[in-house]
């Protein structure tokens, strides 16, 4: 995020300049990260190297307009899908890492974006190093169908293969995460952390308010709502992320060979 560069907070309407962690000075409000700040943020530096980095989504159900709006997209966001793996260390203790960005097509999980979280999870399997996984999706890429809901199934049994070999998998909720991603990969972490303020839900607050038909309470789905209700860990702001996820490889890793 650059530095310097004055902005209109949405959440409290002042002016403020944007600082490397994202975060209104004067609320708290944290803007979105890219994957590069993400990474900058608790990987060390120069530590990350990237994986499947070219992999990039066909059309496997041959819609209309969906190869332009892919196109679009990654020239908007500068990525080839909704997320980034990778190798690091942090500090100097080894991780697989994976970002998802919600900039590209919503974060929705198609089926690269089912792979690449796979990927990233049996790299850990067989490396023995934990695996991070940093959410933010709108939930299944509708466009390719069947194909995109098979990637529920393709990362939970990935988080299946991480808990059979005793391979930590900490997930760290940002906002939004929602719809197939909560459904899967993301609530099945050894430790599940959140940012302040995410949204975290299947349904949206109207479909839901729709169904029940019962006005929701405004902090419903927020990241402090599903913690004290149990779905989530702990909450952590952006500048003690680092350190928290240092202390869970110090506590969760074994020590003693494999096999």
């Known amino acids: 995020m650059d530095e310097n560069l004055k902005i209109i907070c949405p959440q409290?309407?002042?002016?403020?300049e944007k600082t490397s962690l994202g975060e209104c000075p004067?609320?708290?409000?944290?803007?979105?990260?890219?994957?590069?700040?993400?990474i900058a943020l608790v990987a060390d530096k120069g530590s990350f190297v990237e994986m499947s980095g070219g992999m990039q989504s066909s059309n496997p159900i041959?819609?209309?307009?969906?190869?332009?709006?892919?196109?679009?997209?990654?020239?908007?966001?500068?990525?080839n899908d909704?997320?980034?793996?990778?190798?690091?260390t942090i500090d100097k203790q080894k991780a697989i890492l994976g970002v998802m960005s919600f900039s590209f097509m919503g974060g929705s999980m198609g089926s690269v974006v089912g792979e690449k979280?796979?990927?990233a999870m049996i790299e850990g399997c067989l490396s023995g190093s934990p695996v991070i996984l940093f959410t933010a999706s709108g939930g299944a890429r509708m466009q390719?169908?069947?194909?995109?809901?098979?990637?529920m199934a393709k990362t939970a049994s990935a988080a299946a293969l991480l808990d059979e070999t005793r391979t930590p998998l900490f997930i760290v909720l940002t906002n939004p995460t929602t719809g197939g991603v909560?459904?899967?990969?993301?609530?099945?972490?050894?430790?599940?952390?959140?940012?302040?303020g995410a949204i975290i839900g299947f349904a949206g607050p109207r479909v839901i308010e729709g169904t029940i038909k019962e006005k929701l309470p405004p902090s419903f789905q927020r990241s402090e709502f599903q913690l004290e209700r149990g779905f989530v860990d702990l909450i952590v702001k952006r500048e003690g992320l680092k350190g928290m996820l240092s202390y869970l490889i110090k506590t969760h890793v074994r020590s003693e060979p494999r096999g």
């Open 117 to 119: 979280i796979a990927e």
């Open 26 to 38: 004067s609320c708290g409000y944290y803007f979105p990260l890219s994957p590069p700040e993400r």
């Open 12 to 16: 409290c309407q002042k002016e403020i």
């Open 82 to 88: 909704a997320v980034t793996i990778g190798s690091c």
């Open 144 to 151: 390719e169908g069947i194909f995109s809901l098979m990637q």
């Open 62 to 79: 041959s819609l209309a307009g969906y190869e332009d709006k892919l196109v679009e997209n990654r020239k908007k966001s500068s990525m």
């Open 182 to 196: 909560t459904a899967s990969f993301a609530m099945l972490g050894d430790v599940i952390l959140a940012e302040p």
